[in-house]
């Protein structure tokens, strides 16, 4: 199963607003609505941060959402903060043999 | 608080054997399904294996069927892979994740509660 496919890298100002996309296929993010993003800092374990493409955890600020077109699912954060510098990774359910999938990760930079 | 921990990671030799636990404690360890997901030294996560909440169902990533194995003893609030025949490309940090529940749901592909991970290296 290969891995969902997002940008390597993203970067913004401080209160821009930046999307990261994760392109899979019919039978993972185009056939289901289970999408989930992380953010991970380094050396740190991953936070989820949306989760059924558009919903947030409790206390997930409301800066970060999510939507999906097709077979791409994107994450949009909104005046965009220092402190969300950081890797960020898309995962799907599918129906292959395997059955949840991630993307390769996103490295956004606040410039 | 609700909180993960994991152990057992270590230095072993190719086609060695190894077994990782993960201690749940500040939730009801057996009403979630639970997962090991892995990440290699400057790589991304890959999701290994998961397990029903009283064990009867696991599935596995392709990458490791056949070689470990997943496990829980709810009595203990506990998690464990069994994992043999190592590979050096099994070398990464290995997490137990808890799978996402809000209310009455719970979600697919959505892991809320993470370990700190324990490190894997298979070296000869």
């Known amino acids: 199963q290969s891995a969902l496919t997002q940008p390597a890298s993203v970067s913004g100002s401080p209160g821009q607003s930046i999307t990261i996309s994760c392109t899979g296929t019919s039978s993972d993010v185009g056939g289901y609505n289970y999408v989930s993003w992380y953010q991970q800092h380094p050396g740190k374990a991953p936070k989820l941060m949306i989760y059924?493409?558009?919903h947030r955890p409790s206390g997930i600020s409301d800066r970060f959402s999510g939507s999906k077109s097709g077979n791409t699912a994107s994450l949009t954060i909104s005046g965009l903060q220092a402190e969300d510098e950081a890797d960020y990774y898309c995962?799907?359910?599918?129906?292959?043999?395997?059955?949840?999938?991630f993307g390769a990760g996103t490295k956004v930079t606040v410039l | 608080q609700v909180q993960l921990v994991e152990s057992g990671g270590g230095l072993v030799k190719p086609g060695g054997s190894l077994i990782l636990s993960c201690a749940g404690s500040?939730?009801?360890?057996?009403?979630?399904?639970m997962s090991w997901i892995r990440q290699a030294p400057g790589k991304g996560l890959e999701w290994l294996s998961y397990?029903?909440?009283?064990?009867?169902?696991?599935d596995y990533a392709d990458s490791v069927k056949g070689r470990f194995t997943i496990s829980r003893d709810n009595a203990f609030n506990s998690l464990y892979l069994q994992m043999n025949s190592l590979r050096v490309e099994d070398t990464a940090v290995y997490y137990c994740?808890?799978?996402?529940?809000?209310?009455?749901?719970?979600?697919?592909?959505?892991?809320?509660?993470w370990g700190q991970g324990t490190m894997v290296t298979v070296s000869s």
């Open positions: 995962s799907s359910y599918t129906s292959s043999t395997t059955p949840f999938v």
């Open positions: 059924e493409v558009t």
């Open positions: 500040g939730f009801i360890f057996s009403n979630y399904y």
């Open positions: 994740a808890r799978r996402f529940c809000s209310g009455a749901s719970c979600y697919p592909a959505a892991f809320d509660v």
């Open positions: 397990i029903s909440t009283g064990g009867s169902y696991t």
